[in-house]
């Protein structure tokens, strides 16, 4: 059998923003993978990198953004010194992308059934008309939505957004994509349809074989759906592991302050912890650990010097001076 | 669909009579004695009598209105003081040679200024998207008199490319006198079109811009749409939808802009017309001319807004947008 | 423990423009029959999804929204029929705190400025002077320092702007503080923060709490009494432990079921809802969870069921608990 392949990985990647005549680096040195059949979870809160990271794979930066260093490994190939021709190849076939908003994130003036279409059409040209009017529907269908045959010639606007993430996804999976990356698929969505769409994301997983990298703010959506998690911070991953590693056993000062300051649904908390300060902007960003200036513990080194990420147990890695691997008691 | 058709269908109709009532209005109730704006020496007392008829001015406002209205409704337009021929008969020719210059300096405007607007748009920043900005930004800012004399000495004088004015050389038939025509029409054409090639050109700029922004776009991308398929296939017809709009709205500044350029070229259209008749205090042709003008842009703009309607699915009202 | 607010009967419909050849006028039913008391010194949380009504509630008993029926009373006046200067009066003691802490400060005013404004419209400072040492005073309240007040709202985070729009809430002293997902929008680590605040807040000054959230963790966090809302009305009223401990509503436990939960404890089967959440302007007949329902019965589409109180301080519309017991 032996270990499963890495379908995506990052190796030692950097990027940063043109603000005002200046860049400015937010993702340096950033270096994971994500295993062929899992579901990996990127796990932050706004200005961490995550969307950026997703971005990055299939090369969607903003214009504002400069890439620096590093490689994106695709099935052992760098996709960041792929033309732009390639990419557009691996784009919604071999590698799909699910956004955020439902509402913005599909073209007004185009039917369902012309959006889901165009991913066939480019990607599967000896498709005739009808095998690809049939094949749409049956994806309508397979992601749930009723009454796929009316709802083929309908206008986004007249889908609810729940439906029009369905419809985000059937475009994403419709050529068997080997890597879905999610960015906060759900996150817009009512709580009961987030159910509904995370159990169908699950499901088209199994069934493909693919992998998903979701990213994500909630720690929950990744407890019950992710089964290895990159946390990150400011650009960095500050610990990664299993979900078993990360829910069970944080380490990470910042990892641990996240966790105690979520209430709780199933007990009741007392006060909650807060994590004192806020996370830094891109402009702001500290030299040594960049969170020391919020974190209880830190020591002289962390201001100086960039915490290395290294593993602490089997798999679960942490980038701390005063908790990681190496750690001066 | 066919409810949105008939609603502005209606407001069009509204709009019209507004038009027509101030047209009628203005001239009534001016201070002083209307008709002595327009009793020249050369008019005989007959003459002044049938004036009188004509502006029913024996009778009541009211009076007045219901039987310009009812005149207008058969397209009885009065008669012209300098003719002496129904305003309706003089109109009719010339507003087809103004619709033929105005028509093809329209289509010649979109046909070049969409995808030029389209192109700074996607080179933005780019030396080519300023130099074409400035350019063309250089041609709303000409008097239009001044543009279309030098072009006149430029190419018909100078170079002897073009003729000099009219709209045809008479005496010519058949398929000659069609290429005559479209000799004409090179340097008036040309002027209409530098003149508001900037709107057009700004504006699909500026509404590409917005749309290359939203989050569909990036979709598109994700899907490995590619470059052309993206600007084409997805930005243009949301970025369509403004720039639709706005032509509706620019046609009425074209008419303005034939007044000046008809004049200049002696393009024998609605626009010299008017420009005569002003001269010559023609009342009944103004009114005549500014009624169908009205006319002709409200349904330039009915016409707009049904391509509008069509281009973008959100307006297709009422329907059952699902919750 | 007494009731500060009275609702009673509250109906909100919105109408939908329809042309001129159409025969009828579409409502969207936004409140349909809300009855609940708010009593003094808890904290209700109104919990609910896309089209349930709760943030048109919170709208509609501060009068941003008029009420097309029914009754709000406040200490024993209907507040939903004031209009001109007792309706000022009212907002003294019932303010808002608002979702998005980007979009609901003006961007062209001082934070200090803010602050002071609606002191000086209710005539609460007598002058600027005044008014400057009440904002300072504010500003310490909600954990910012007082010479934050000379500063715009584009140079602080998102967390510290929901303190400013807290500390403007505040600022004529209400009673009543009705939260509309205040902390929605905030990143997890300020969330905390927040929720902190709220506490000492209620502590500090005695305050009552309407809370808006679509977040249950948020609700079993800060809640005395919970309210569970399905397309414009109640369908579950219960005291914070009863509710989790044994919610009722079927639609209670889908929400509950749904949730996720930050933890590798191994949970039962997540209930998932088949279908979309109905038009509001065509609820479903009978009961309007009917078409959802995992426990549908043969009479819920025909007959809407009551809101019965089931349990001490329990109350449930669900057709599995009107019959006897």
């Known amino acids: ?329 | 669909m066919f409810q949105y058709i008939t609603l502005r269908v209606l407001k069009g109709a509204l709009t019209f009579l507004a038009a027509i009532t101030v047209t009628f209005l203005i001239v009534r109730l001016m201070p002083g004695d209307p008709t002595t704006a327009f009793i020249s020496d050369s008019m005989t007392p007959k003459d002044v009598e049938s004036l009188n008829a004509l502006l029913g001015l024996d009778r009541s406002l009211l009076e007045q209105y219901l039987l310009f209205l009812r005149n207008l409704a058969n397209f009885e337009l009065g008669q012209s003081f300098f003719y002496k021929e129904a305003v309706s008969a003089i109109i009719a020719p010339k507003l087809g040679w103004t619709l033929l210059l105005i028509g093809t300096a329209l289509f010649i405007t979109l046909l070049i200024g969409i995808p030029l607007g389209v192109y700074t748009a996607r080179h933005k920043g780019k030396w080519l998207d300023q130099t074409v900005s400035t350019l063309i930004v250089l041609g709303i800012s000409i008097f239009i008199p001044l543009l279309a004399f030098a072009l006149v000495w430029v190419f018909s004088l100078e170079l002897g490319l073009t003729p000099v004015g009219g709209a045809v050389t008479p005496g010519i038939e058949g398929s000659e006198r069609i290429l005559s025509i479209m000799r004409h029409m090179i340097l008036p054409t040309m002027t209409l079109v530098i003149v508001n090639l900037a709107q057009i050109v700004l504006f699909t700029r500026s509404s590409m811009l917005d749309v290359l922004k939203e989050d569909y776009i990036r979709t598109a991308r994700a899907k490995g749409v590619n470059d052309r398929g993206v600007t084409w296939g997805h930005a243009l017809r949301n970025a369509m939808i403004p720039t639709v709009t706005i032509t509706g709205l620019m046609l009425g500044k074209m008419v303005a802009g034939a007044v000046l350029t008809e004049t200049v070229f002696s393009w024998p259209g609605l626009g010299s017309m008017i420009y005569e008749a002003v001269q010559k205090q023609d009342f009944p042709l103004l009114q005549g001319a500014f009624i169908v003008l009205a006319f002709s842009v409200i349904l330039m703009t009915l016409v707009t807004d049904l391509v509008v309607a069509w281009l973008d699915p959100r307006i297709k009202l009422h329907e059952g947008a699902a919750q | 423990m007494s009731a500060l607010l009275q609702i009673r009967g509250l109906k909100k419909y919105f109408g939908l423009k329809k042309s001129l050849f159409q025969r009828e006028r579409g409502y969207v039913h936004a409140l349909d029959g809300i009855d609940v008391d708010l009593m003094e010194g808890e904290t209700l949380s109104v919990v609910g999804e896309s089209g349930s009504g709760k943030s048109t509630l919170g709208r509609t008993i501060v009068r941003l929204e008029q009420a097309t029926a029914g009754s709000i009373s406040y200490q024993g006046r209907d507040i939903s029929t004031l209009s001109g200067a007792s309706a000022q009066e009212f907002r003294q003691h019932i303010q808002m705190v608002f979702q998005d802490p980007y979009a609901s400060l003006n961007p062209r005013l001082t934070v200090g400025h803010a602050l002071a404004e609606p002191m000086l419209v209710h005539r609460k400072a007598a002058n600027r002077e005044v008014a400057k040492v009440a904002v300072g005073e504010l500003l310490g309240r909600v954990g910012l320092r007082a010479e934050m007040a000379a500063s715009y709202p584009f140079a602080f985070s998102g967390g510290q702007r929901q303190r400013i729009g807290i500390a403007r809430a505040l600022s004529l002293g209400p009673r009543i503080l009705i939260c509309d997902e205040a902390v929605s929008a905030l990143d997890v680590s300020v969330q905390s923060q927040i929720l902190n605040l709220f506490n000492q807040l209620k502590r500090d000054l005695g305050l009552t709490y309407l809370f808006i959230t679509h977040d249950l963790a948020v609700v079993r966090y800060v809640s005395d009494r919970v309210m569970v809302m399905y397309l414009g009305q109640v369908v579950e009223l219960a005291p914070r432990d009863a509710f989790f401990k044994r919610r009722l509503h079927p639609y209670s436990k889908a929400l509950i079921s749904a949730a996720p939960i930050a933890s590798t404890a191994p949970r039962e089967a997540k209930i998932i809802l088949q279908g979309e959440i109905p038009n509001a302007i065509n609820p479903p007949s009978g009961c309007r969870f009917h078409t959802r329902c995992p426990s549908v019965m043969k009479d819920c589409h025909v007959v809407e069921p009551p809101l019965r109180e089931v349990e001490p301080g329990h109350h449930v519309r669900c057709h599995l608990y009107t019959s006897a017991s």
């Open chain 1, 1 to 329: 059998m032996g270990t499963p392949r890495n379908v995506l990985e990052f190796r030692k990647y950097r990027m940063g923003f043109r603000i005002d005549e200046q860049v400015c680096d937010l993702i340096d040195g950033l270096s994971f993978s994500v295993r062929e059949g899992s579901v990996l979870g990127v796990v932050g809160e706004s200005g961490c990198g995550k969307s950026m990271t997703a971005l990055s794979v299939l090369r969607l930066l903003p214009t504002a953004a400069v890439v620096h260093g590093g490689e994106i490994l695709f099935n052992g190939e760098n996709l960041l010194a792929k033309t732009e021709k390639e990419m557009e190849k691996i784009r919604g076939r071999d590698i799909a992308m699910v956004f955020q908003e439902p509402m913005t994130s599909l073209n007004p003036v185009h039917t369902v059934g012309q959006q889901i279409g165009e991913v066939l059409r480019i990607h599967r040209p000896a498709m005739g008309a009808d095998e690809r009017r049939q094949t749409t529907i049956t994806l309508l269908r397979d992601v749930g939505i009723a009454n796929p045959e009316q709802r083929c010639d309908q206008f986004p606007h007249q889908l609810s957004g729940g439906m029009r993430q369905r419809v985000m996804i059937a475009i994403a999976v419709a050529c068997r994509p080997q890597i879905l990356l999610a960015d906060e698929p759900t996150t817009a969505l009512d709580g009961t349809i987030q159910a509904q769409v995370l159990a169908l994301m699950q499901e088209l997983k199994q069934q493909t074989q693919g992998s998903i990298m979701l990213i994500t703010h909630n720690l929950g959506v990744v407890a019950e759906t992710c089964s290895e998690v990159v946390i990150m911070y400011a650009g960095r991953i500050v610990e990664s592991g299993t979900i078993e590693d990360i829910f069970d056993r944080p380490t990470h000062p910042y990892t641990r302050g996240l966790l105690a300051s979520l209430p709780s649904l199933v007990s009741d908390s007392g006060e909650l912890y807060s994590i004192p300060g806020s996370v830094p902007t891109v402009e702001n960003l500290e030299p040594g650990c960049r969170f020391a200036p919020r974190c209880s513990q830190r020591r002289d080194i962390c201001t100086r010097e960039v915490p290395v990420l290294a593993d602490v147990a089997a798999g679960h890695a942490v980038a701390c001076w005063v908790t990681g691997a190496g750690a001066t008691p």
